[in-house]
Nanobody, 115 residues
């Protein structure tokens, strides 16, 4: 079973920064991609940022220029640096791993951005 250790979510004010961390245990070295999704109340889960095994990154249009994903050389830990946070960034953020073309999500960590 894949196990995730997600941390970093908290309450911040608009304009501040936050850094999320995710360590995934029990994944193969050659996974397809790792990253973050988020889900706000009443909305479907959406992609925030991913990084592929080869280092290529992908970001949602709403976070481009503000968020940055990075990876430890062990390739089982990723960070999401979130700058210039907005109230609309409020959501539960889920760590994500794509393994053998199947997505697996963690329990999630709450990020709340106040005015």
């Amino acid at each position: 079973q894949v196990q995730f250790v997600e941390s970093g979510g908290c309450l911040v004010q608009a304009g501040e920064s936050l850094r999320l961390s995710c360590e995934a245990e029990g994944i193969p070295f050659g996974y397809n991609a790792m990253g973050w999704y988020r889900q706000a109340p009443g909305k479907q889960r959406e992609l925030v940022a991913t990084i592929r095994l080869n280092g290529a990154t992908n970001y949602a249009d709403s976070v481009k220029g503000r968020f940055s994903i990075s990876r430890h050389k062990s390739r089982n830990t990723v960070w999401l640096q979130m700058n210039s946070l907005k109230p609309e960034d409020t959501a539960v953020y889920y760590c994500y791993v794509n393994i053998y073309q199947r997505g697996v999500w963690g329990q999630g960590t709450q990020v709340t951005v106040s005015l």
